[in-house]
Structures are given as structure tokens and as C-alpha cells.
């Protein structure tokens, strides 16, 4: 056997910013040479960031990401980094004639091995993934390379992500060309629940792989997107020996006892990969001979988060990153006294400190006396910056001009709402967090340009009863501080504002329940016909009310619009009605009853 | 020699109206026949409209639709119509096990014959664009099947839209089996001089399979796409027989002299398709014989359409289905006196009529004397419905209780209009029309939640220096009459309007000049940034003054947030904005000067 340390770089690149991502390989690739790691992996497109989208049909952002990767080896040897191997991903473009359908310049989704100064070899991603959040067949081309490097005596073959989740390709083929350890750069986004399937996939592509695997991914929010880390080693036969945490930046460093490499040649050859294509194998060798034996370091496992800590952690790192990346110091919300608004402020607050964070506590004509008395108390509980505009001055202004009735003048004071956040924003340079959730965003129980008006919505992806669940088990850890809880010594959100009946009070005496069925029907309904993409006839099948199934359906559907011009919001189930979920607007498809 | 009379049905779906595309398809159906048709082609996926998006993912759609093209099948024969053989587009599925990257259920963009009560043949398209607009990686799987069937003696082929736009496929196997006549089903979106490109590949890929081709395209507004039609038939050797209008519904029915099909055999063969797939060929005879000789109907071509006229059909159309589609029977704008909002009125009033216009003269004290004239007299010109809501009282209540300055007081503003709009169009059931034009749009030169609300933008494609241009046009056709043009017996559009210097009107004196560049050097650089993708260095070589270079990629840019939650409006243009160009929001890439 040959023992190698390896080291993952679970970290956040900003999307776009190559020379911060670039400036973050050297310093990441010294902290991994200071723990005496031999090799050290980085995540995909860790260059570029991911996903960059239609940038990479930009020639020159193409040429600088070639650049920046050949710029990034000779820097890391003359800091005195060249002898520790990189894997990083980058964009690079393949060698190929344009044609019809290919996207210009044949883009590749690449990783670079980065040794002594020069880039040595070069692979790109053979499966793409087209479907969910995926529209890569629109971006790269496949790529049809497996270089494998000999390190220390070891023979190490690269991958990058998509490529564990297909069958056939590069897992097929490095096991045919013996590899000793795959090493696979991902950006693989966060859903719920996800790091079950995470954990059986990696282990299973390394027993068809017949080697260890070290699977290196991104953290951070980006946009829609939350990648959650889970970096992961396993054993050739699959067992777990490594694990990175969730939601964090992390150096994964871990010893491993391999196989020696027996293969005797160098150069390339071609292999059968197993789905219908051909991938060219290129052997290099970095160093032939094993290491001295030395002790290796326990490796780190770190411990499980359950569900809703998942959860939260999430929407917190989205908040966080969505304001530091897109240049903002500072939030501001609409404070109801309801749950939605009670828990996006303390989303915020612990995702930046609560004295980042400005309410407005906005009563109306209709406000019930507990609705402010609520929204002060959480003002009190966590100390954000609050200020009181009432609105009823405004809503008259239109009133006079205007005749306006029922939905039009709930809409109205909504609206009023949606301005005054809006001004205050543009005057003081605040980030507009939009408090709406998922059930009413699938329902359009919102209005347009009023509570929906913002620049990001943290539970956008949150359905109502989930809201509750994650206030209950956020007030339970009050007095805890970590990355992602501000230490309130007091929970956080006021128990009546958890536990009162939910109203929007945009008239007298309004319940929630007057327009929509109750929140545990309805959400077990929206699960089903929205993730679950089921029809009429299996919504009632699976015993779902016939005239409820017909009433939401027609909701859902006519609300495509208003989700079309809802703000983004972290991304945490399959249909997130942001990337997952594209309806045309103008559609006359209606699910009928069986 | 053989000869058949075919019927290309250009017509106009509605996405996802089974019922009523159905209804269509009789109909027209029954027109073929009247007009002595041996032969009727519909449009791709003609009975659940183009595109369906994400719809096609759910299984009860699909089979919805399956069920649909056997009930037309049925439906024919019933009326007395299942003699006509008629090729239509649906979606079906293919008979694959499921695997990771391929969409659920494996969905088909499939064409099928119909004859004497029965789906006699099936097919669907083997190239999936995945580019510009479509996703159709994400949403189908490949064809692979050429179905060819004996009419009268003559060997006819089916293939489906992007088979025509890329090499080897069904053209190549259609040559291969000798078919006598290519019919092709397409719903292949306008884009300006389109149909240049759309003649020269229909002509060219008659001569690679060695016969006549018959493209029926589908017309009509869907969401952001604009269908134009241009059905077009060529002779084997690549000339122009017969050419349908732009922009409406035609029947166009031709009558061809084709090859007597000489090939004995039926049933099915494989055939290598010279793209790397095979494609089965499955022959069938619906009749062996040809016609008795009968006097041909000469052939229709019509008229070619210039540039300008070309893309305000599409605008008008684009507007009319829009309203119609979504059921709505009236629009209202704001009207400032200027030339965006005054061209957009003109748009509507040509799509459903002046008495179905609505619009607001929403003054404040900023507003020049002339805006208010200069609207009036489009009012005046035009005879929509007008009213003036001065917004000084709503400005000022919202400035008493906040402090707004600068450009947060400008966008107030635009804000206060956005919300009388809105609440009109609550209260009445109009469709907002977004005025904003593509030069504001590219450069972020709009307010959020302001100028930006609304329900449908028609000019959102439209850079400034073509809003003029479509302006000065519009006037100059005063007193014509036809499906695009209300016939108003003056200049619709005050020349006020078109001549004065472009103003925000948000502050006193203000111009657009203060915040831009003069709009014909804007636009030019526009078209080069966003239209061709160059990077800072070629723009530069291009001759574009470098500091502006540097000034408009930092405007459009930081622009992309805004334009995500700008409402949908038709697209003329590659990069509209829309579903053409995909930014992350999140996002530190800058094009740097060179």
C-alpha cells in the first residue's frame, strides 16, 4: 500500500470573481501544504464560480478563465506552492468546429491538475446535467477525458461531478484503468434531505470504481442556489472515512492507505466508456515511488444535522452570502407581527447580526393592536433597528383620486407597503427582504408589487407549516450561539406570533381560512401536485378532497405570473418555483376532475 | 409524374387548450377537403401548443394529449373527414426506462398521421434545439423514426422543425429512402429577417433529400415568442412553389407535380442517419396509385414583408394574443406625451381597437406643459378611453412621512403611477401595458415597482432608435386598413412625440442625455455588447469609445436584477432579455478595458 494525504477545499467562490477565487486557491492550497497534505482538491468551477450561465458563452470570459487558470499555476509555484498538486475546476473550451445546436465556442465544465508551475492536465465533465436547476446541454460540451496522475506511487484519476450521478463514463472507466483514487470536484446544491442520497451515491461509485473517492464540494449561496459543503471520503469498498460539515468552509484533511499502481505505461489510450461514447485515458506521472511510511491523522467526521437545523442553516448561509455578494451592508423588512415576517427577521439577524437589520412596522386602519404590540416585542427580544410609518395617510392620497374596492384596496395598502420599503431602500441602501412563503407564493396570495416587492425572499421556498416548525425549533435554541444562530439569550420570536391565527389584516376581521383551506391541508395538497407533479385523478386517489384538489389546482396555475416576478429566494426541495418549475403564462392546461 | 394537392394550416394554437385546438384541427380539416386537398399538415405539437415548458413533465398532460390525437383521429372520420390523411403535431411519450438526465416519462415531440379513424404512423423530432429560446434537452427525448407513407402513389415523409436546422438526420434518411415529398411541421419563432434564413434552409434541404419540402410554421403570440408563419413550399431542386402570409392564419394549398414512388417494399428498415444514430425507416401505403390528371391551381406566394412593417406585425400580434389569450378584453397604460408609452398605445390600439385602450395622464410637477398636450392630443388622435390623475397628492404623502431624496424621490415617482395603474387594473380587469423600451431595459434605466410594473411589455425588444423608427412608419401608413393597422385617417402618433428631446421628467429640466449616451451611439454599442456577446477589447477595436465601453458594460450589467423582474413582452431580437440571456444575479464578472 501507499499512503497519500489528501485534502478537500470545501469553500465559497464568488460567482464572476476570478481574482478573489483565484487569490482563495493560494490561500487555501498553503493552508492544505501547512497540514502536510500531498495533493489538494477543489471544487468545480471553483475558479469561475457556479453556476455562471450565459456568461460562458462569452468568449471572453471564456479566454479569461483559461487565463486565470494558467495564471493561478505559475503563482502558486512562485509562492513556494508548486510541488503540492491542485485539482481545481475552471471553464475551458474544447478543440471542435462550430455547429448547429452546440453552444459558441464549445465551452467545457473543466478541471486543471496545477503542478510545479504549469497546468498538466485537463479534463472536463462527460455527463451534463439538463434537468432541475441544470441546463448545461445550453452551456458546455461533453468532455471525453480521463487523465489519471501517479502521485507518491498512486494512481489518481479525475472526475467532476454529474459524472458520479450517471451511470457509464468516467466512474466505468477509471475502473477499468485501475485508478488507486478517484478525485471528484462538485458543485452540487442543497435540498432537502439530500445528503442521504449524497452519502449512498459516492460509496456505491466507489466500490463500480474498485478505489477510494474523495468527493470535494462548494458552499455558499448563490442566487437561488445553496450548496451545503458535505464534502466526503470514502473507501474503495464504499465506507465512509471522512465527512466535511454542512454549511461551512472547511479543509478536509485525510490520510488514506491505497493501492500502489502496478500499471506500467504512460500516454493515452482510448476505453470504451460504457454509454455509448469513448474517453481517451491520459496517464501522467507526478512522483513513482511511495512515501516513507508515516502516522496518519485521525480522520474528521463531522456530526449530522437533523432536518429543520438543515434547513435553517441553509436559508441563513442564503441570506448572508445573497447580501455580502451582491455588495449590501445592511436589510430591511415589512415586521406584520405575523410568523412570515417574525421569522425572516430572524433569519436575517442571525445571518448578519441583528444591528444590520431595519424593520418598519407599517399599521393600518385594520392592524389589530396585537399585530403591533407582536411586531414591538420582537423589535425588544432581538434589538434590530425599528422605525413605525403608519399608512393610512398614504392610502388615502389614492383613495381621493382613485375608487377602489375589495381586492383592489386590499392590494392598495399592500402596495403603500411595497413603496415604502422600497424608498427607504433606495435612500439608505438597504437590502429589501420580501417575507412571503411558498404556500402563498403557490397560491398567489400575495400582491404583485406590494408584499412581494424586494430584492430576495428568504422563505420563498418554505411552505406555512414549515414556517412554524422552523420558529419553534429556532426559539429552542435560544441561548446558543454558532455560525448560524445569533446568541439571543431569549427566544428570538414572540410566542403569539407563532402561535395567533394567521391574517394579511387588509380588512377587518380577515382569516387566512377565508380564502385558503387550512395550512396542514393544504400543504400536504401543494406537495403533492407541485413537487410531485401528480395529476387530478392521483391527487384524489391519494385522498385529497375533489373540490379542494380543483379549487387549488386553479390557483396554482394562474398564479404563474406573480412567481414569474417574485425575487429569488434560496432554494431548499425540487420545485422551488424559481429554476425547477417553468409554466408558460399564457396556458389553458388545467388538471380536471376525475 | 404524380400529383397532390396539399394544405399547410398555418394557424394559431392556444397552449394547453386541447378542446379548442382540436375543434381547430376539424375545422380546418374541413377547409382542406372544401379546397380539393389530398393532404392537410398542421403545425408541431399543434394540439397542445407550442412551447408547453414544464407542462410536459406532468404524466396527466401527457397522456391528456396522447388521448387527444386518437380522438381527433376519430373525430375526423366521424365529420366525414377520414379520408384526407392530415399531419399533426402532440406529445407523446417513448417507451424507455427511466434514467438519470432524462426527462420523466420520457416525452416526445411527436407528429402523427391520421387516417380513416386511426393514428396510422407516428414520429417525432430527432434534433432537440437547446439553444437561444428552447430547452428541449430538458424537456424530450430524441426521435428516431421516419415514417414514410404512399399518397396516391407518391412516397411522403414526415420530420418535425430542428430536423430541418441540423445536418444528417431525417433529411438524410428521407434522400436515402427516395421519398417524393418532406412535410414538416414547425413552430419556429420570429426573429427580425428570419425568413431570408427560413427560404435559403427549406430550398437547401429539398436538394439534400432530392425533393419537394413543405414547411407548415405555426403563427399567433405565446408569452414572450411570436410565431410569423412563412409555411413555405419548394420543388425538389430547391425553388419557391408557394409561400404563405406573415404574421395570420392561411391555409395554404398547393398543388404539385411529384415522382411516382417506385420502391416496392413496406415495412421497416434501419438506416444510418450520418450523425452517429440510426434511424428506423417505416414505410407504409394509404393509396398506390396516382390521381387521374386534373388542372393544377396556380400557386400562392404572397408578398414580401420590409423590416419595419415586418416587426410591428409582430408587436401588434404579439399584444393581441397576449390579451386575448389570457382573457382579457381591455389594457390601459400610462400616457406621458412621449414617443415609448405614445408607441405602445398605438401598438394596442391597433391590436384590439382604440375603444379597448385605456389610458392615464398621470402629471406631476415636474411635468412639462407639452407631455400633458402631446398626450392629449394621442388621445385626440386615437379616441381611447382617456383619464388625467395628477400624482402631486399621493408624491406628498408619502414624502411627509419619509424622507426621499435624489433618486429615491424620482423613482416615488414612478412608483405612485406604477400603483395607480395597478389599482385600475384591479379594479377593472385591464391589462397593464410596460411601456419601457430595450435601450432603458439593457441599461437599468427604469424604476423598480414603477415605470417597470405591468402585466406585458411590447417594446421591451425594441432599442430606442427603432422605437422612432417604428413611430415615423406607423404615422406614414395613416389612412391604411388591414389586419395590423387600425385604419386612423391621421397620424396616430403626435409628432410632438417623435421630435422632442427624450425626458424622465422626473426632475426639473431633466434629460435622458444626462444619465446616457445619445441613443444612436447607446444602441450601436448595445447590439455589440448584448446582441454579439464581444467582450470590452472588441468593442474597442470596433471603434465604441472606450470610457463609455466601460460605462454601458457596468450599466447593463448591474442591470439584471431589474430586467429578471421586468414583465414578458415580445421577442424580435436573439438576446431579448427574456429567456435569451441568462444572467446570475449574483454575479463579479467584469468585461475590463483593455
Redesign the interface.
Known sequence: MAQLRIALAQTNP?????T?NADKLVEWTRRAADRGAHLAVFTEMFL??Y?????V?????V??SIAAVEAAARRLAEEGLGEIPVVVGYVDRADRAP???Q??GAPLDAAALLYRGQVVARTAKH?????GVF?E??YFVRGDRLPIFRLHGVDVAIAVC?DL???GGPVAVAAEAGAGLLVVPNASPYEREKDDVRLELVSRRAREAGCALAYANQVGG??ELVFDGDSIVVSASGELVARAARFTEELLVTDLDLPEATYGGLGSFEVDAGDGTVITVERLELSARPLEPYDPEPPSVAGHLDDTAEVYSALVLAVR??VA??GFRSVILGLSGGIDSALTATIASDAIGPDRVHVVLMPSRYSSDHSLGDAQELVDRQGVNARV??IA??V???E??????G??EE??QA??R???L???S??HGHLVLTTGNKSELATGYST??GDS?G?FAPIKDVLKTLVWELARWRNAQAGVESEFLHGFAVPPIPENSITKEPSAELRPGQRDTDSLPEYDVLDRLLDDYVEK??????LVAAGHDPDLVARVIRLVDLAE?KR??Y??GPKITPKNFGRD???????????TAP
Not at 455527463?127 to 434537468?131: E, K, M
Not at 418549475?581 to 388538471?591: D, Q, V, Y
Request: aromatic letters at 10%.
Open positions: 464568488a460567482v464572476g470573481d476570478l478573489a469561475t464560480g453556476p455562471v450561465e450565459d456568461l458563452l462569452r468568449n471572453s470570459f479566454e479569461a455547429r448547429v445546436g453552444p459558441k455527463h451534463l446535467p439538463n434537468y441546463d446541454y445550453r454529474e450521478w450517471q451511470d448563490q442566487d452570502d445573497y455578494k451582491n410609518v403608519p395617510a398614504m388615502e392620497a389614492f381621493k383620486e382613485l375608487s377602489l374596492t381586492l383592489s392590494n392598495l402596495r403603500v411595497g413603496m415604502i422600497m424608498g427607504l433606495n435612500e404583485l408589487y416587492a430584492g407533479d401528480m395529476g387530478s385523478a392521483s405570473y414569474r416576478q425575487p429569488p418549475r417553468r409554466l408558460p403564462i399564457t396556458n389553458r392546461w388545467r388538471e
